[in-house]
């Protein structure tokens, strides 16, 4: 199947200028993108953007780009733009009919791209999914219809120094819920040591954060001031109010909370998986434990990862090619090797068995892959930027005592409704 490109271009110009406000990018200009896959059914060149500058053509994941065009009969041009740079590149290129072959993209990113028409559907390049996780192949779903195939998984679990919860004469396996986490945290307070630290900074970083405690209480997107919703702020601003987490977490980032939990003075930091080598490097006697939601077991955490996508082309007959090299990208041999570079947990069971066969520390984060959820999912898409706004402005309010969880999260919910009618 092909598909509808009259229709799909006319989508563009006007989602375009939407997207780049809905997503803060940087103003949405004129200028012609490099690496455009622009070509006849018979040209061999193909074009991949991804957003992984760090690695450079010695790295593995550029010889794999490069190995994968060869199986596929195809030479490939590779362009890395940075992560926030890349989707700005990619509306403009859509507009101008100069899309590459194949786009790695972040996947909160794929709804914009989907509803801006500039993506094809695995229905329409007939690629099969079924082997990949539901619930991370639900990231890059809109409408009932997929587009593209996740490379892994990366998200977020609780970091704990083993040391600190030793002198405050605490079992690790006690902690199991928010009262038993609260309650480790008062002990490891009382034993003269600090709690918790995480980012909790206005920003979409800080949404990340604070998902798997909004999402562990049970509360939903739609509706964000609900008692659910409420529990998890208040959650969070008792711990302040107590001592148990710094006041810096206003401020922190993701890395400048790791650089708090590194001193090896905090009991817990929340981070993710690209923290497992610089924890290895530290000194600490660490561990790692899902996020507990509210009454038990882990809580939903947000998926981060890309998606390799096929942006449609003017040329339907270059779609072969690039669905070979989006296969060969995401098989299960080479995302072994893959997500072992990019420190993420494979997108399929099969690999991620081998993975955890390797190394035994990936086990608490396959389980908190298992229960992650994407930002975009519940057919949220281009919706989620503008409940993600109201809510980080929400907690960073109640956090700083200026409105109450409760007025933080009626203000949250009044924005979110008026943004995404």
């Given at each position: 199947m092909t598909p509808s490109l009259g229709r799909k271009r006319r989508a563009v110009a006007v989602v375009a200028g939407a997207a780049c406000t809905a997503l803060g990018l940087a103003a949405c200009g004129g200028g012609s993108p490099t690496g455009g896959g622009s070509g006849s059914a018979g040209s061999h060149q193909f074009t991949v953007w991804d957003p992984y500058p760090q690695f450079d053509a010695t790295s593995d994941w550029a010889k794999l780009v490069q190995k994968c065009g060869t199986d596929a009969g195809a030479t490939?041009?590779?362009?890395?733009?940075?992560?926030?740079?890349?989707?700005?590149?990619?509306?403009?290129?859509?507009?101008?009919?100069?899309?590459?072959?194949?786009?790695?993209?972040?996947?909160?990113?794929?709804?914009?791209?989907?509803?801006?028409?500039l993506?094809?559907?695995?229905?329409?390049?007939?690629?099969?999914?079924?082997?990949?996780?539901?619930?991370?192949?639900?990231?890059?779903?809109?409408?009932?219809?997929?587009?593209?195939?996740?490379?892994?998984?990366?998200?977020?679990?609780?970091?704990?120094?083993?040391?600190?919860?030793?002198?405050?004469?605490?079992?690790?396996?006690?902690?199991?819920?928010?009262?038993?986490?609260?309650?480790?945290?008062?002990?490891?307070?009382?034993?003269?040591?600090?709690?918790?630290?995480?980012?909790?900074?206005?920003?979409?970083?800080?949404?990340?954060?604070?998902?798997?405690?909004?999402?562990?209480?049970?509360?939903?997107?739609?509706?964000?001031?609900?008692?659910?919703?409420?529990?998890?702020?208040?959650?969070?601003?008792?711990?302040?109010?107590?001592?148990?987490?710094?006041n810096s977490v206003i401020n922190n980032t993701q890395t400048t909370?790791?650089?708090?939990?590194?001193?090896?003075?905090?009991?817990?930091?929340?981070?993710?998986?690209?923290?497992?080598?610089?924890?290895?490097?530290?000194?600490?006697?660490?561990?790692?434990?899902?996020i507990p939601a509210r009454n038990g077991g882990p809580a939903p955490a947000p998926t981060g990862g890309e998606f390799v996508t096929i942006p449609v082309?003017?040329?339907?007959?270059?779609?072969?090619?690039?669905?070979?090299?989006?296969?060969?990208?995401?098989?299960?041999?080479?995302?072994?090797?893959?997500?072992?570079?990019l420190s993420y947990i494979a997108a399929t069971t099969a690999v991620q068995h081998k993975q955890v066969a390797a190394n035994t520390d990936l086990k608490v984060w396959v389980d908190a892959v298992k229960a992650a959820k994407g930002r975009t999912s519940d057919d949220l898409g281009t919706k989620y930027p503008k409940i993600s706004e109201p809510l980080w402005g929400a907690f960073q309010a109640a956090l700083s005592g200026s409105k109450s969880p409760q007025e933080a999260l009626t203000a949250a919910q009044r924005a979110a409704a008026a943004a995404t009618k």
């Open positions: 490939v041009k590779r362009t890395a733009f940075d992560t926030t740079d890349i989707t700005n590149k990619a509306l403009l290129a859509g507009q101008q009919g100069n899309s590459p072959d194949v786009f790695v993209v972040d996947n909160p990113v794929v709804s914009t791209l989907a509803e801006a028409g993506l094809t559907t695995t229905e329409e390049t007939e690629t099969d999914t079924s082997s990949i996780m539901p619930n991370l192949l639900a990231a890059g779903t809109q409408g009932g219809k997929t587009y593209g195939l996740p490379i892994g998984a990366n998200t977020l679990a609780l970091y704990y120094n083993k040391k600190v919860l030793a002198a405050a004469g605490l079992d690790i396996a006690s902690v199991r819920d928010w009262a038993s986490l609260t309650a480790a945290l008062a002990k490891v307070k009382a034993a003269g040591k600090k709690g918790i630290t995480f980012s909790a900074i206005g920003t979409e970083e800080g949404s990340f954060q604070f998902l798997p405690w909004f999402w562990g209480s049970g509360a939903e997107l739609t509706e964000l001031d609900s008692p659910q919703a409420i529990s998890a702020v208040s959650l969070w601003t008792d711990w302040l109010k107590k001592g148990y987490a710094p909370s790791w650089q708090e939990f590194a001193t090896g003075d905090y009991a817990f930091a929340e981070n993710g998986t690209w923290q497992l080598g610089k924890v290895k490097k530290s000194g600490l006697d660490w561990g790692v434990i899902p082309q003017k040329d339907t007959g270059r779609y072969p090619n690039s669905v070979k090299i989006m296969s060969c990208l995401t098989s299960a041999d080479n995302t072994l090797t893959t997500n072992t570079t």
